[in-house]
């Protein structure tokens, strides 16, 4: 497939649209950039929408210093069935419970108790590998998958509204968390807190890392203008900045080491007329690339 001249490296931030995968867009947008070098920094759900952050070109590079950003998330959660796979898509688990009757204050409280730093069981059909294959793979062929918990932060999670559908009750919330949590599995975890089980009917990321709704574009949007957000102007937004000399950017751009930034995290080189030359971290010998942009 040829590259379109003016499509360069960059991010593009989408607004997936329900019903498609991740890969459906990435694929997608290959065509729409003209490149095959498109992907994407965190998968959404196919039922899921909202902000899902794209690489294109040298920009695939770059997702790995995105995926680890924290998520904020608008969700509908359905109180009174659980669902073997935590969301709407799933079978019904037992039977149906009365949940309308609930109070403010006991879901406040169940709330209370899924915010902050906890041990989080994933979802058993999410994508994590379990001896070598995934592990919704394994729950639809037959099998019963326990994963184990591990620590997530769930920064916030909030009850916007509430309102009665039958016997159920459903919930609003806003959810701000940690890469790696899983908000059905919340959905979950809150049901089984107040006994009447719980699972996810709607998802939209709102934000993911600094990447907002506000700059997110339609397929339709990208196919008019297929253009993204330049790297230098990206990694300006992420990262702290340092300024390097003509010399000091050829010596990163052979992969050499300058003196220590000071920062804890990862420094973004700029050379002489703010080309970016590298994405930097402190180690025992000083500042190494652990990105070059603009290779010798």
């Keep these: 497939m040829s590259e379109r001249p003016h499509v360069g490296d960059g991010i593009l931030v989408v607004d997936k649209p329900a019903g498609w995968t991740s890969h459906d867009v990435v694929g997608r947008c290959r065509r729409l950039l003209g490149t095959r070098r498109v992907g994407h920094a965190g998968t959404l759900d196919p039922a899921a929408t ?98 184990p918990a591990r620590p997530v932060t769930v920064a916030e999670f909030t009850v916007l509204d509430r309102r009665a559908s039958g016997p159920h009750l459903d919930l609003d919330v806003a959810v701000t968390v940690s890469s790696g949590t899983y908000v059905r599995a919340l959905a979950r975890d809150l049901g089984r807190a107040l006994g009447v089980g719980g699972h996810l009917t709607a998802l939209r990321r709102t934000r993911s890392g600094p990447f907002t709704l506000a700059e997110s574009r339609t397929l339709e949007a990208v196919e008019a ?72």
């Design 50 to 147: 909202g902000v899902l952050v794209l690489g294109a070109n040298r920009g695939t590079k770059f997702l790995t210093h995105l995926v680890a950003h924290d998520k904020a998330y608008t969700a509908t959660v359905r109180l009174g069935v659980a669902t073997i796979t935590d969301d709407a898509e799933g079978d019904p688990v037992g039977e149906v419970v009365p949940a309308t009757h609930l109070g403010d204050e006991a879901l406040a409280a169940a709330v209370a108790g899924l915010t902050g730093t906890i041990q989080q069981v994933p979802s058993s059909v999410s994508a994590i590998k379990v001896d070598g294959r995934r592990s919704y793979a394994r729950v639809r062929g037959g099998e019963d998958v326990e994963l």
């Design 225 to 296: 203008d297929p253009a993204v957000q330049p790297l230098a102007d990206v990694a300006r937004r992420l990262f702290p900045a340092r300024e390097v000399d003509a010399a000091q950017a050829d010596r990163l751009s052979h992969g050499g080491v300058l003196a220590a930034t000071g920062h804890p995290g990862t420094v973004a080189a700029f050379g002489p007329e703010g080309v970016l030359v590298a994405l930097l971290e402190d180690g025992s010998r000083g500042a190494r690339p652990v990105l070059v942009l603009t290779p010798a």
